[in-house]
């Protein structure tokens, strides 16, 4: 739960910072500081898929989570709820305090939780106490609440309850799974996980191309049961 705390503490404080001083920071120092960000999230992920013993294993993990992700439409039900979320509770104007604070806290909400690094860094740090890829997303909800609260409010910094109670159930389930894993399931997962980071840095931080990221979320899950099949057919 360490990174959860410390995802919350940083929406917190970023929300704060936007209400004092978001509007008086310039675009191009937001937009640097997240680029850095991105090409920081890239060689993170290059760093954990180096965890592998078997590059075949992670391939073949994320190209069958790939085709699960899209059979289910995993990304096209993120959009989905997001819209749905929108249209039902965050209202169109923001004339009133009460409307502006719903808008906030919502669109902040949605952002924070429908991502993958709020899933992966959940299950690392759940699994094997890892809380470096919470501790990057921190860093990057940290700016963004900055930036958003600058316009919605205070209702961004409110945005941190959802945060705890999503990244916490988690990791908690994250936990109680910890004895069924073995360590190469666990290398493994990291290797597939670097590389879903690295199409987050790629796709969502520095917008260099589109990827559909949420369709790779079932590779999480598909790779430690590959790895299962493969230790019980002895292949490896």
């Not at 937009?31 to 075949?56: H, P, R």
């Not at 963004?144 to 945060?163: D, R």
């Amino acid at each position: 739960m360490l990174g959860t705390w410390i995802n919350v503490i940083a929406i917190i404080i970023g929300g704060a910072l936007g209400l004092v001083l978001g509007s008086r920071l310039p675009d191009r120092v937001k937009n640097t500081v997240i680029s850095g960000m991105g090409l920081f999230v890239i060689a993170i992920g290059i760093k954990m898929f180096l965890e592998t013993t078997n590059s075949i294993i992670p391939l073949g993990g994320l190209l069958i989570g790939a085709l699960l992700g899209e059979w289910w439409k995993i990304e096209e039900g993120f959009s989905n709820l997001g819209a749905w979320l929108e249209q039902r509770f965050i209202p169109q104007r923001e004339d009133g305090g009460q409307e502006k604070f719903l808008r906030g806290f919502l669109a902040a909400s949605i952002l924070f939780c429908s991502g993958p690094m709020a899933i992966l860094g959940s299950i690392q740090g759940g699994l094997y106490s890892d809380h470096q890829m919470l501790i990057i997303k921190s860093i990057l909800d940290g700016f963004i609440a900055l930036s958003f609260a600058s316009t919605m409010g205070v209702g961004v910094s409110f945005s941190a309850l959802p945060v705890l109670a999503y990244q916490g159930v988690i990791t908690m389930l994250a936990v109680q799974l910890k004895p069924l894993t073995t360590g190469v399931m666990l290398s493994e997962m990291t290797a597939v996980g670097g590389l879903v980071l690295m199409a987050v840095g790629i796709s969502g931080v520095l917008n260099l191309a589109k990827i559909r990221v949420g369709s790779f979320i079932p590779a999480l899950f598909t790779t430690p049961l590959l790895v299962y099949i493969l230790q019980l057919l002895k292949v490896i």
